[in-house]
């Protein structure tokens, strides 16, 4: 099991920049896959960005160069640097831990990009 908590979320306007941290409250070096998923309100939950315990990560098409999402195992953390943001980020955004077959969330943070 993993506890996560995310941070970092805010108001920003359009072209900023944001990053978002993800604290777990084990160690996270042997976490097959962490990543960023998020919600808009009336959308479904997306997946924003994904990291394995090897490094690969995958991208949503429409965050493809402007957000980078990063892990330090030392501080037990992934990171989410978000760019050129566009109203359309606009959304709740979780962090996500599998272990084994079960995903592990944490409560959200709110991102809000103004026009």
């Known amino acids: 099991q993993v506890q996560l908590v995310e941070s970092g979320g805010g108001l920003v306007q359009a072209g900023g920049s944001l990053t978002l941290s993800c604290a777990a409250s084990r160690s996270i070096s042997r976490i097959n896959a962490m990543g960023w998923y998020r919600q808009a309100p009336g959308k479904r939950r997306e997946l924003v960005a994904q990291?394995?315990?090897?490094?690969?990560?995958n991208y949503a098409d429409s965050v493809k160069g402007r957000f980078t999402i990063s892990r330090e195992n030392a501080k037990n953390t992934v990171y989410l640097q978000m760019n050129s943001l566009t109203p359309e980020d606009t959304a709740v955004y979780y962090c996500n831990a599998v272990i084994t077959i079960v995903n592990y969330w944490g409560p959200g943070t709110q991102v809000t990009v103004s026009s």
């Open positions: 990291i394995t315990s090897t490094g690969s990560t």
